[in-house]
């Protein structure tokens, strides 16, 4: 078939497919909330590893597919709720045809109300097949827009640690770095202002000069280039302008919503870290498990401990490191490379038995840093590097609690840390535990 937007038979195929669509759309529809619930605990799971492991890219990425995935959900949802209703009220038309007010018998008052507000049943089922088709078509341009958010946000945070970083130049800093940061900045809020007030930006000669290269630049940063076609196709329409102005206040409604909720207590809460008065199950290995979740800092085995040894794992974390090079400055290499590499882009080859040795020194200073103890009882630690069940890097050991009386104890994690130039001991986190052996 010939694809020319001016041939008739192009147009007159097009339009067919424009009143069969909603089969398709049901289709779609129902395989994508299955999808949908099929994928939700992935992504749940995988933004909580990023967040533990500090990385913020992914934490970028995982937000955002999980924003996409309520939005997606909610307004399919919607969608086939309304599709099902416009079914309904087709087949309703075949049994019933229109609405005949006369048999009704109401008054004339209330008679001459619903013919005006109700009308015909006609332009009932064409008002739901309308909401239907632009629900639809929205969802899907709703993600792209939270996409071009993600970009924008993407790009602050890979600027804001460029400028953070010590190790960057200043020219760097102070001639690329803040500069494209004071940029993004002015051309996000009036990539905004252009959104919100539906295109004012463009309509004003005297604003075209200054905001044509800001908008032909932020529409490839924002991935807009790709759906733009819709957004005018909804704009040129009282409907669509109308639908805008809605979505943004109904989302906000919803977001409120959703964080929304309810507390029992004024001192206690559903979700506490643990302490000295507190048991939180992100750090107990078998309610960790039990939970799909990960550890928060430190975690034992279990809240009863029967054995006379108590096992402790302590997550690894960017901060650790930062540690280790402050309080030996032989460990710290001339260039870091943490953050996002390729081996097949690594400079250089790999000395293992120098590699093996600071490794070793690593782990030392590690324990040099780290501080155990059951309630009064101090343990010095005796690290190895592991990952626990869900693979989370840390540092294991095991201590002897044979000494230690029946009954409930804490077990304090602590560890050396500095400000400026003093040095001082800081407490990571208190796991309680009751210890009751085997006899």
Known sequence: MNNNPQDKKFKKWLDILQQESWQLELIISGFAIYGLFMIIDPIELAGLEARN???????????????????????????VVLRGLWIGAIGLRYVSGDINYDKLKYSPKFTKHLIKRVGSFDNYVATLEKYCSVIFSVTFLLVFYLLGLLAIGLIFTFLGLLVSKEETPDWVRYWIAIPAIVFTALGTILTFIDFVTQGWLKKKKWTTSFYYPIYWLFKYITLSFLYRPMVYNFMDNKFGKRLTLFLVPLYLLITVLAVTQFSTSNYLEKEMDSSS??????????????????????????????????????????????????????LEP???????????????????SERKELIQSYI?????????????????????????????????TFIDIKSVSHGRHILNVARKDHIN????????????????PYK
């Not at 507190?278 to 279990?302: E, G, M, Q, T, W």
């Not at 590690?366 to 592991?386: A, G, Q």
């Not at 130039?421 to 009751?436: L, V």
Request: hydrophobic share 40%; proline share 3%; glycine share 4%.
């Open 277 to 330: 008065y507190a048991a939180s199950h992100k750090n107990y290995n078998d309610l960790i498990s039990l939970n799909n979740s990960f550890v928060d800092r430190a975690s034992i085995p279990s809240k009863v401990i029967q054995t006379s040894f108590l096992n402790i794992f302590v997550i690894y974390g960017r901060s650790i490191e930062d540690d280790v090079f402050y309080f030996n400055t032989d």
């Open 364 to 396: 030392t200073e590690i324990e040099d840093m780290y501080i155990l103890s059951v309630d009064s009882i101090p343990f010095k630690p005796k690290f190895i590097v592991s990952k626990n069940v869900q693979q989370q890097l840390g540092f294991e």
């Open 421 to 436: 130039d003093s040095t001082y001991i800081r407490s990571i986190i208190k796991i309680p535990f009751w210890y009751y």
């Open 334 to 352: 001339e260039e870091d490379r943490r953050g996002i590499y390729s081996p097949i882009f690594s400079e250089g080859t790999i000395d293992w």
């Open 53 to 79: 492991e500090q990385n913020v890219y992914r934490v970028f990425l995982m937000q955002g597919l999980k924003i996409s995935w309520y939005i997606i959900t909610v307004n399919l949802i919607a969608h």
